[in-house]
C-alpha cells in the first residue's frame, strides 16, 4: 500500500487494506449463505459505494447482478434534511426481486431511511442493507441494517468510496482526516 502521497492528511489509519478485504469476505459468506437459492440483485449508491460494490461482488462464488443509483440531498443542510433526489434511477425493474443495497458508510442514517423506502415502494421481494461503516448516530434509525462492516466512532473519515471534497476516494485503506485539512 503506498498512500504518501497523503502523509500527513490522516491522523490514523482506522481500517487497512487487508482488513476491509477481509471483512468483506466475511460478509459475504453470510450473504451467500442467507440467499441461498434466491436470486441477488446487488445496488450500489454512488458515487461512495464503488469501491465496497467492487470488492464484495468479487467475493462471491454465484450469480449477483448489479444496478446503480445516483442520489443527492437537497439543499445546502444536505444531511440534516433528509429530502433526498434522484439523479440515476436503476436501469432494473425491481419488482420481484431480492434487493441488496451497498453503501460504504451510513452516518446520520436519512439517506439509507429514504432509499428503503423508495425501492420498498417498487415491489421487491426483499431490500436489505450491507454498509461497510457505520456511524453511531446511523444505530437509532428505523432502519434495519441487516449486514454491518464496521460500527466506528463519529469522526471524520475518507478513503476507500469516502471523499473530503471528492479527493481521497482512491485510498485503500480507511482513515480519520486531520482537522488541519478540513477547518
Ligand atoms: C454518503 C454515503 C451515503 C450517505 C450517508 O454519500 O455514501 O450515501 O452519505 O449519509 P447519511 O446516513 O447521513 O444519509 P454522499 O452524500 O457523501 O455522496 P457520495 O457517495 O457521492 O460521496
Redesign the pocket.
Known sequence: MDESHVEGDLVDILYSEKQIQDRLAELARRIEDDYEGRELLLVG?????VMVMADLARQFNRHVEMDWM????YGAG??SSGVVRILKDLDTDINGRNVLVV??????????SWLVSNLSSRGPASVEICTLLR?PE?QQMSVDVKYVGYDIPDAFVVGY???FNEKY?NLRSVGTLAPHVYS
Open positions: 449508491v454512488l458515487k461512495g459505494a445516483a442520489i443527492s440531498s444536505t444531511k453503501e460504504d458508510i451510513i452516518d446520520t442514517g436519512l439517506t439509507l456511524k446511523a468510496g469516502l471523499d476516494r
